[in-house]
């Protein structure tokens, strides 16, 4: 059975989130990171779509790219706790969803919200899925105030 559009997408947010922590863990080149995942670490025995790793790979290098316009709004949101004090995957959840609401008008700022989301009840703790929600929620108003 084909994978739908939206897995494959789900897939590649995954994969992006690998990639920040491998970046985050090992402070190297995220481009460098991506590419060590998906030659060396991607779990499937076929080699995932190219859609899927160009999505992947740009969502990270984006989100390392944006660091600098990103933490300061989460710093802002969360008041008095810094994304230095966030639980790593719960940071780079935020991060890596911000940068998406940021730059991709054409994904639904709640479609990327609910992705986040899946991505915390993955990765992190309900208790993490309740903070990014709220957070998230909190982030897109203010982006979509500025536009």
Same mark, same amino acid.
């Given at each position: 059975?084909?994978?739908?559009?939206?897995?494959?997408?789900?897939?590649?947010?995954?994969?992006?989130?690998?990639?920040?922590?491998?970046?985050?863990?090992?402070?190297?080149?995220?481009?460098?990171?991506?590419?060590?995942?998906?030659?060396?670490?991607?779990? %499937?025995?076929?080699? @995932? /779509?190219?859609?899927?790793?160009?999505? +992947?790979?740009? &969502? =990270?290098?984006?989100?390392? #790219?944006?660091?600098?316009?990103?933490?300061?709004?989460?710093?802002?949101?969360?008041?008095?706790?810094?994304?230095?004090?966030?639980?790593?995957?719960?940071?780079?959840?935020?991060?890596?969803?911000?940068?998406?609401?940021?730059? %991709?008008?054409?994904? @639904? /700022?709640?479609?990327?919200?609910?992705? +986040?989301?899946? &991505? =915390?009840?993955?990765?992190? #703790?309900?208790?993490?899925?309740?903070?990014?929600?709220?957070?998230?929620?909190?982030?897109?108003?203010?982006?979509?105030?500025?536009?």
């Amino acid at each position: 059975m084909a994978r739908s559009r939206k897995d494959e997408r789900h897939r590649a947010r995954e994969a992006a989130l690998q990639i920040l922590y491998q970046w985050e863990i090992g402070k190297g080149d995220v481009s460098r990171v991506a590419e060590s995942f998906f030659r060396l670490q991607w779990p %499937d025995a076929k080699a @995932p /779509p190219e859609t899927l790793r160009n999505f +992947a790979s740009a &969502l =990270a290098t984006q989100t390392v #790219t944006d660091l600098d316009a990103i933490d300061p709004m989460i710093a802002e949101t969360a008041e008095r706790w810094g994304p230095e004090r966030m639980a790593i995957l719960d940071r780079l959840i935020l991060r890596m969803a911000i940068c998406e609401l940021r730059r %991709d008008r054409a994904t @639904p /700022p709640a479609v990327v919200i609910d992705e +986040a989301l899946e &991505l =915390a009840r993955t990765f992190s #703790t309900e208790e993490a899925v309740k903070f990014i929600n709220g957070m998230l929620d909190a982030i897109r108003r203010k982006i979509e105030a500025q536009i």
